[in-house]
């Protein structure tokens, strides 16, 4: 067991892309912390690594707002100890035409995505560099790099994450903490369902994906468990993408 007592806490865990990696870390003997808006999802989430063996806990909590973030880590503390392993998965799109986005759009897209990822790191970050020890790891897109329409607001709150992600693995890596980014290309979830029938569905757009398929929630937990990896301990402030060779930015 790779992960055996480690506390790791998945933001938007519920379903997707934090499921999947919740179930991972939950079989490599991790203690998980489901984290998502919607607790209800977040609970079967914690049945499914319990009935596999796994220790798990499911926290409600808006990771918008820094005070309920704050409150899940102290409760995750009591239960589990400090967060060793945080992935910055929740993430919110807006699909539309820039000039048709509301101040409303850019508050959730950034919210979610950006800020989200900064009251996390803010609440596990000062226990990380006094154990001397710690992974972070943001699910961010390769809209962040290259930029793609109809997800304007997307694409700038994920560059954020992604310019963040190497600011704050520069600060941490003396503390032998690392942080790391993952691109993700179209990942089959019910959150991309929408995107996926607005592009004419899933057969058009594999045409443009090299590996021949879209890829799986799984895809993207094989990447995060290979950066929260001891052997990965050198690896900091990278980014990569999962995508089946759809994005390749250097
Ligand atoms: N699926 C893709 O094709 C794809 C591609 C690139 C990047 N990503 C990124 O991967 C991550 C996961 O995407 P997904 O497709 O699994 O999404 P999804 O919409 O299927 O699931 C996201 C989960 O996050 C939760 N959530 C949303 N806002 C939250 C908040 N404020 N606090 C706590 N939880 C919240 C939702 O309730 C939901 O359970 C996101 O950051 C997304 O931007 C996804």
Redesign the pocket.
Known sequence: MKFKDKVVLV?????????AIALAFGKEGAKVVV????LD?ANEVVKEIESNGGAAMAIK????KLEEVQKMVDEVKQKFGSVDILV??????TIKLFKDTTPEDWQKDI???YI?TLNCCKAVIDDMIEKRYGRIIN?????GRIGEPFLSV?SGA?AAVIAFGKALAKEVARYDVTVNNI??????????ES?LKGVGGEEKLIKAYPRGR??E?ED?ANGVLFFAADESDYITGQTISISGGYTTVG
């Open positions: 933001t938007g865990a519920g379903r997707g892309i934090g499921r984290n998502d808006l919607n999802s909590a808006d990771i918008t910055n998965n929740a993430g919110y799109w919210g979610v995505c989200g699910i961010v897109s390769d809209a997307y994920k691109a993700a290309g179209v990942t089959k979830t019910p959150g991309v995107f879209l890829g929630p993207i």
